[in-house]
């Protein structure tokens, strides 16, 4: 048995030093090529196609030049804890599509991936992601940062298609996130695909455990969100160069408001025309009618609104648009007095109308009437 003193010897030892963990040389990095005749995007960008679905002026590029970016992530915040421990990188050559995945297997390797991302974002023109606005970017930007990065990271024109794909297919849809747009405008459905609410703890558990297995499924989500970033990006450019392409009413309307935002009207009336049909037919008549009245197109316009008078469409909406045309352009008060009282008539019935404008219309225009016998 030790005595007190051989304890207090062994106690004031010196500690055996703890070897220092060597630096990891790299990330893991691996590629997963798609042969070219998988896709159908243009070899050609044009500034001006992406410029109507942004907004934003864009240089024409090559496809070449454009680098989709997709990250997965330890949370859902920007926050300084959250990190992106796996970010796939697309890009097309001569040959094909390859996304190639920066995976760090421990916060000592995200260094080094970051540096990756950065050589290969310098590489390109354009980047491509999906919500990468308010996400991908800024929580990449605050990674940089916290690794005294922030000046490697390029600045470049940025196409983001979750606002684009909203703009044209949530009328239909709905919803709007990337499965859900595989599945109703690329016609893929993926298979036991790792829902993403789970990503977080499995690479916890691959941290504590070293099991490779668990990142698998991850690896594969990545993959398959990059290759699908260039088919919808491919899918928004014809659409937006080539509207009628669209099949449903409901998209046609869509891209119609898109025309118009970017004040391409001839686009836009082609658009909503196209879209008289079924559901949205009130909506595109109303959105065509407003065109035609913007433009001072007045006799337009009031035949737009005829048809919805007689077909019953928009309410009292339409009977107030022909009486100020009758009043104001045709200068035609009987007909703009008739129009009127049609409209008090109809918006009896609707809880919201305005019945107190409609009734001093009404006598203004009685008023007026009575001045020119």
Known sequence: ??????????AA????????????????????????????????????????????????????DI???????????????????????????????????????????????LSHVAEDMQKSRLLCTFNGATFDLPLLETRFTMQRMRDMLPRRPHVDLLPTSRRVWKLRLKKCNLTSLEEAVLGLKRVDDLPGALVPERYFSFL????????????????????????????LMRLHDTPLLAQ???????????????????????????????????????????????????????KVYGRMIADRQGGAGPLIAMAKICEHKKRDIPAAIEYTRKAIILASNQPDADMAGLQKRYQRLLIKARRKE
């Open 67 to 113: 680098c989709f970016l997709d990250t997965e992530t330890t949370g859902l915040s920007h926050g300084a804890g959250t990190v992106a421990f796996l970010v796939g990188i697309g890009f097309f050559d001569e040959k094909g599509f390859t996304v190639r995945q920066y995976l760090m297997r421990d916060y000592d390797e995200e260094a080094l991936l």
């Open 1 to 10: 048995m030790l005595s007190l003193r051989d304890k207090l010897k062994a």
């Open 248 to 302: 449903e009413p409901e998209d046609l309307f869509s891209l119609g408001r898109v025309y118009e935002k970017r004040g391409k009207s001839e686009g836009a009336r082609m658009c909503y025309r196209a879209a008289d049909q079924g559901s949205v037919s009130i909506l595109a008549r109303g959105r065509m009618a407003d065109c035609f009245r913007r433009e001072g197109d007045w006799e337009a316009a009031a």
């Open 13 to 64: 030892a010196p500690a055996k030093p703890v070897p220092a963990k060597k630096a990891p040389e790299d990330c893991m990095i691996q590629e997963v090529f798609t042969p070219l005749d998988q896709f159908s995007l243009p070899r050609q960008i044009s500034g001006e196609s992406l410029q109507l679905m942004q907004g934003p002026a864009f240089p024409d590029c090559r496809r070449e």
């Open 208 to 235: 504590k455990t070293g099991d490779f297995s668990l990142l698998t499924d991850i690896l594969e989500h990545n993959a398959q969100d990059i290759v699908s970033l260039a088919h919808i990006l491919d899918k």
